[in-house]
């Protein structure tokens, strides 16, 4: 299972609180991660990545293992901790005032 | 409960203001979706409870919400609220807004004109304006920045755009305002279904008559000193348009300065600013039983965007426009700088119609005689964005 930390406004249009956990065939990637996080919760298609071009929304970063991994290939395999558990992928909204 | 219902879309969250038909005591709900713009809600005038909201984020993008209970629980259309997903690919596509490409459909164009005047590839951004059909409550047209208008005939589970728009030969002219490109408003013809109005900012007003396979500019008359031909076909910023479902060929018109008015739907417009203090401002409305009675909030510009004087006033034309009344009384007439947008003022259909109108102070103020006086109904919630009314019955 992967751990995935949603930020606050995704977790209330999920319908969860506090950490997630999704299954992924074959391997951790950030696509296949989001992919199955999506396919969970169908209720998140478009607010992480753009709906026709998949994109990721240019104000969420992609962080695990003290990593900036957001402007990694979607294809790149998650840090080792990540892929066995122990530790989260985390899905950060930009800090902005207003 | 017989009464009102006032829908009211924040910078940051949903309201719903309900009264009974006294609407002299008020019961404030919300914030729904705190901390994200909603931009537009609005009920579906043959089912009340049918409600659509348009919620959008810098950060997570548009998401399209409905109730199906009058505002008491709400859920993403296709996904409902706390819901199982379902096993195989999920479909869930509320907030689906894909501009079509396809030549089947139309003459759809790929670019508008951009701020440096080189052409710019149609982005979807967010959904303004939410208007649920006369005759179904699953069908309901969105108007989207860039502009472009869409149409979802399953409650807003899967949205189509309605395509013949930006196939217009002008596309390529449309322009972004300051504000975006955005299409905010959208008439429905009363009885003919296949008559549509649309107002884009900043192209201008647009007509169907085929129920939205052709289109076609309708802005003469229209006089703007911000674009290089005062009297383009396109180009003008049109704040919005109001209409009378007894006249439904009879328009009036907020521009970007100048209150105008058409009488042969849209075909050919005249200014009606008369003795406004001011005749720029956003919104603009009808009285709900008198069609030649309409409202607008003047607003100083360029770029100030508050009252002149200091002194919020709404203007009242008993005569379809020329000549105005200002109405003050309960509305602060000193030191006031908030703005009223477009989306920002309704009526309702009570016998003594009601007149609405939120600011970007976060007053909701409310008349139940015509606009004599006015009194808050909310005071201090965040910045209003648009105001809808339901008269329950």
New interface residues.
């Given amino acids: 299972m992967i751990r995935v930390i949603l930020p606050p406004h995704l977790r209330v249009l999920a319908h969860v609180s506090g950490e997630v956990a999704v299954d992924v065939q074959g391997q951790a990637t950030l696509r296949s991660v989001l992919d199955a996080l999506e396919a969970r919760y169908p209720m998140l298609r478009g607010t992480i990545r753009d709906h026709a071009t998949l994109k990721r929304r240019a104000f969420l970063r992609f962080f695990a293992c003290e990593q900036d991994l957001s402007n990694e290939p979607p294809e790149t395999q998650l840090p080792l901790p990540v892929t066995t558990g122990k530790e989260p992928l985390l899905i950060i909204g930009a800090v902005a005032g207003g | 409960m017989a009464g009102v219902r006032v829908l009211v879309g924040t910078r940051k969250g949903a309201f719903t203001l309900t009264s009974d038909t006294k609407r002299e005591r008020w019961d404030i709900k919300g914030p729904l979706f705190g901390?994200?713009e909603i931009y537009h809600l609005k009920g579906s005038p043959v089912d009340p409870n049918r409600i659509y909201a348009s919620q959008s984020?810098?950060?997570?993008?548009?998401?399209i919400q409905r109730s199906d209970d009058g505002g008491m629980s709400w859920h993403?259309p296709g996904?409902k609220?706390?819901e199982e997903?379902?096993t195989g690919?999920?479909?869930?596509?509320s907030?689906?807004?894909?501009y079509d490409t396809s030549p089947g459909t139309g003459k759809p164009l790929t670019t508008h004109q951009w701020y440096d005047g080189t052409q710019h590839p149609w982005e979807f951004k967010r959904v303004w304006h939410l208007e649920p059909s006369l005759t179904d409550p699953d069908t309901v047209y969105a108007g989207v920045e860039d502009a472009a208008l869409f149409r979802s005939t399953d409650g807003g589970e899967t949205w189509n755009e309605v395509a013949g728009l930006r196939g217009h030969s002008s596309g390529p002219r449309w322009a972004p305002g300051a504000g975006g490109m955005g299409l905010h408003t959208i008439l429905l013809h009363p009885t003919d279904p296949r008559r549509m109005y649309v107002a884009i900012s900043a192209a201008g007003a647009f007509r169907t008559d085929d129920g939205g396979t052709n289109w076609r500019p309708i802005n003469r008359g229209l006089h703007s000193l911000y674009i290089p031909d005062p009297d383009a076909e396109v180009g003008h910023c049109v704040h919005r348009i109001a209409m009378h479902k007894s006249r439904p060929d009879v328009l009036f018109m907020q521009k970007h300065w100048d209150v105008m008015r058409s009488d042969d739907a849209g075909e050919m417009w005249r200014e009606v600013s008369g003795n406004l203090p001011s005749d720029f401002g956003f919104p603009i409305d009808v009285h709900a039983h008198e069609p030649e009675t309409i409202y607008v909030v003047p607003i100083k510009s360029d770029s100030e965007h508050y009252p002149p004087d200091g002194k919020l006033r709404v203007y009242r034309s008993r005569k379809g426009g020329d000549e105005w009344e200002a109405l003050t009384e309960g509305l602060p007439q000193r030191d006031c700088y908030v703005d009223v947008l477009r989306e920002a003022m309704a009526v309702d259909c009570l016998d003594s119609c009601g007149i609405y109108f939120g600011t970007t102070g976060g007053q909701v103020y409310a008349s139940s005689d015509e606009g004599d006086s006015w009194k808050p109904i909310a005071r201090d919630l965040p910045a209003v964005v648009s105001v809808e009314v339901q008269t329950l019955t």
């Fill in positions: 901390g994200w984020s810098g950060w997570f993008g548009q998401i993403q996904m609220n706390g997903a379902p690919r999920p479909k869930s596509e907030n689906k807004f894909v």
